[in-house]
């Protein structure tokens, strides 16, 4: 085992790192002077106290259970009150209260997703106490903005620029909103049912890659050619990054392409949404206790989707991170168990199509009759203006969201959003207080969304994996394509939660996941079409890789892993080129630099530069535009690498005559045009090429179109270079058009189980969402050099890293 120095000293260069990184953000304090406020809360039953470390981590310590939720409450409002205030106002559609005529098109829109059901049910579908907890909880944030709303020099300065004010919370609130779950897979329904209109459901192959592999069919009755392009638009509404816009009256969609533009982006988001963890076995570590890793990809933002807490009352001691509009933590550990989640790929949407009556077109055709849609008329309050009123129409499947009046029809979303328990993320207000495997697997069993994938470790040397999530039966279609609403395709319930994989201390010592088809092959439900439209198996293969040559692992190990830019899938593209020549200088250059590539995605490569050019923005259309037919070519766009990858490696009659040539021909001229390109934006030297003058992160604030120059400065966080691919375990999606990083991980988390001080993380660009303090943009530079910091647990360590202390007295 190793000695407790040596440990040390594994980390050593990282604390090198992360003390000259702060210094370099403009965190300025004297360590020996901890500042203090005692603040009087109303609503706090006991007196507690709120610990900020010097990264911004606040430790909450609180005498009862509801005091530490209700003071998690009034924290999250002190930290990061515009943000959560915001969110609320989108889920619940009450944007034009605050921010004009220009979001009536959203507010109607998100109206249509939210939990509508029994709250009795929907309670009763948590944890218990869920209920409590959470109002406790708005009770807290309540309580932080009546005290903002009295002290006008502690409003952020979002709701200045905004000219809005934050609303009071109720705990249905919290549970309603149901726009945020990340459920699939609507949008690659109606991509598949449009390449199958315009050239036949073959034309789709390159599009998305489905595993377990499936040829799909037309359900029958269905008319492919039925499904128009803005069947979607209210979902778009519901679903997308609200604008901001200094024109308030143009935020929806009515400016031309914008339905197009917005509908690729979603589902580009949609495509790279996903995580890494994985779980390591006493057998396995250097220091004979697990370690856990995760780190969860969502799209970038400043303030950070995630913010870490640490919850600490009598009967709970949890710290990790989690959405701070929601109470409780996702990720981390309770001292006892420590646990991480990614997403698990179940198939939770699905897009009917009805036949309407043509006499009365609230009516719809079901089995042998009409049934009458559900309307809910509802009132959205306008700023400046008079109210909105909407009626909102339902079917039995859900919300009606587009009726094609022209062809008599309509088209309704059916979705796990709309049962009992899929709150998103809610669910870990049960399992993240188990304390042993069981209690953890029987929790998970009513996790409802989003579907993940759940890694465990814990203090005895146990580690394990559960996938989780609200599953639908499907008993006659696949669930990859829209279906007729007339009754012959309906769901038969949803599976019993221990009907899906897990996995107790596997032998191999770890387990890993990152979104890719994991079900095992000899698991019942690999025939149960739980869903067929994973993530690139790339990060996994990585991940893999590694695992195999390195047999004992610290948590620098681990921190490395996260932080690897290698991208075996465009490895194995680069091989392709071997052998290849050409009479063309710039594809010969393009061949010298890219055929021996490692597939190391490093900021200061050049080669990766190239090669990430021509994957991204070359490659793909050059294959598609060669083996798709024309009519479908704009649906299937540059394709799934994985696809497009399997092809190349296996050229077939879709290349024509000669498939081998074919390929070869595309891989120069897809080659040529990418050294082209970046000859245009680097210059004709590739010594001075790399992937980092490309590809960046930039934190750009939502309010930063309708700010001044100088505020917009304050909001936003400045360029940095960044390694890393969508397809590396260093998870960096990036937009083409600028090469501008737009999800991945954001917040990264490594625990040392049994030892939890020892623990790292780091969150972009910062814990707060005040751009006035010090934490809200100091941990930008570590994540961009993949540097991390303490993730303290322990009392003395917490005090002895205390930036300020909060005394709360009732």
Not at 88 to 95: D, E, F, I, T
């Amino acid at each position: 085992m190793i000695s407790r120095t040596a440990r040390r000293s594994a980390l050593s260069t990282l604390a090198a790192t992360a003390l000259a990184l702060t210094a370099s953000t403009a965190l300025a304090r004297d360590v020996d002077k901890v500042s203090s406020e005692t603040v009087a809360v109303p609503g706090l039953q006991s007196p507690a106290e709120i610990i900020v470390d010097q990264w911004g981590i606040p430790h909450i310590y609180a005498k009862t259970e509801r005091d530490v939720y209700f003071l998690q409450g009034w924290n999250a409002a002190r930290d990061r009150l515009w943000q959560i205030d915001f969110w609320r106002k989108r889920g619940l559609g009450r944007l034009s209260a605050s921010f004009g005529p220009g979001y009536v098109e959203h507010d109607r829109a998100l109206r249509l997703f939210l939990y509508r059901g029994d709250m009795n049910a929907e309670w009763a579908a948590y944890g218990k106490g869920s209920k409590a907890s959470t109002e406790a909880f708005v009770a807290g944030i309540n309580a932080y903005v009546a005290r903002a709303k009295a002290e006008p020099k502690l409003m952020p300065i979002e709701f200045r620029i905004s000219g809005s004010e934050p609303e009071t919370w109720t705990a249905e609130d919290v549970v309603r909103i149901r726009s945020h779950g990340l459920t699939r897979n609507v949008t690659s329904e109606v991509a598949r049912a449009r390449a199958a209109c315009a050239a036949g459901l073959d034309s789709d192959q390159l599009r998305k890659k489905l595993e377990p592999p499936v040829k799909p069919a037309l359900p029958p009755g269905l008319d492919p050619c039925s499904i128009p392009a803005e069947v979607l638009r209210d979902y778009i509404l519901a679903t997308e990054n609200i604008p901001f816009s200094r024109d308030r009256t143009r935020i929806g969609l009515s400016a031309p392409g914008a339905y197009e533009e917005r509908l690729a982006a979603l589902d580009e988001d949609i495509k790279h949404y996903g995580s890494n963890n994985w779980t390591i076995a006493p057998s396995r570590t250097v220091s004979g206790r697990p370690i856990l890793a995760n780190d969860p990809h969502r799209a970038h933002g400043v303030p950070s989707l995630r913010y870490v807490v640490h919850l600490n009352a009598p009967g709970l001691n949890v710290i990790g991170g989690g959405e701070p509009a929601l109470p409780g933590v996702s990720i981390g550990h309770n001292g006892t168990i420590a646990f991480g989640l990614t997403i698990f790929a179940i198939d939770q949407e699905d897009l009917y199509v009805y036949e309407l009556d043509p006499q009365n077109p609230d009516r719809y055709r079901y089995k042998d009759g009409f049934e009458t849609m559900r309307t809910v008329a509802e009132e959205i309050p306008v700023k400046g203006e008079a109210s909105r009123k909407v009626d909102l129409k339902f079917t039995r499947h859900g919300p009606v969201i587009h009726v094609d009046k022209a062809n008599n029809r309509a088209f309704a979303m059916r979705a796990t959003w709309f049962e009992p328990g899929a709150s998103a993320y809610f669910g870990s207000t049960s399992y993240m207080k188990a304390k042993s495997w069981p209690e953890f697997r029987k929790a998970m069993e009513t996790w409802g969304a989003p579907s993940e994938n759940q890694v465990y470790a814990d203090v005895k040397g146990n580690i394990g994996w559960v996938a989780g999530g609200h599953t639908p039966v499907r008993p006659n279609w696949d669930g990859l394509m829209p279906v007729p609403g007339d009754g012959r395709y309906e769901w038969a319930g949803l599976r019993a939660g221990n009907e899906l994989p897990t996995v107790f201390n596997p032998k191999e010592g770890y387990f890993g996941t990152a979104n890719e088809m994991n079900i095992p092959l000899d698991h019942p439900a690999i025939d149960k079409k739980i869903g067929f439209e994973w993530s690139n198996p790339s990060r996994i293969q990585r991940i893999k890789e590694v695992f195999a040559t390195k047999k004992k692992w610290t948590l620098a190990d681990a921190m490395d892993l996260q932080t690897d830019p290698t991208t075996p899938v465009g490895r194995r593209i680069a091989k392709l080129l071997t052998g290849l020549s050409s009479d063309d200088p710039q594809t010969t250059l393009g061949l010298n630099l890219v055929r021996n590539w490692d597939g190391r995605t490093s900021a200061d490569s050049a080669a990766a530069a190239l090669a990430e050019v021509w994957m991204a923005k070359h490659l793909g259309r050059g294959v598609v535009a060669a083996t798709t037919p024309e009519a479908a070519r704009s649906i299937v766009g540059a394709g799934d690498l994985d696809a497009i990858a399997d092809l190349l490696d296996k050229p077939d009659a879709r290349f024509g005559s000669d498939p081998q040539g074919a390929r070869n021909r595309v891989l120069l001229e897809t080659l040529g045009g990418a050294v082209k390109e970046v000859t245009e934006i680097l210059g004709s030297d590739p010594a001075n090429w790399a992937w980092g003058k490309l590809h960046h992160a930039q934190f750009e604030h939502a309010l930063s179109p309708i700010a001044d120059d100088r505020t917009r400065a304050q909001l936003n966080v400045s360029r940095l270079q960044k390694a890393g691919t969508a397809f590396s375990p260093m998870a960096a999606t990036y937009r083409n058009t600028d090469f501008r990083v737009t999800a991945g991980a954001s917040f990264r988390m490594v625990l040392d189980v049994g030892r939890w001080d020892e623990s790292v993380m780091v969150n972009t660009p910062g814990q707060s969402g005040d751009p006035a303090s010090p934490f809200y943009r100091n941990l930008a530079p570590f994540w961009a050099a993949g540097a991390y910091v303490p993730l303290l647990y322990s009392k003395p360590a917490i005090e002895a890293a205390a930036f300020k202390r909060y005394r709360l007295t009732p």
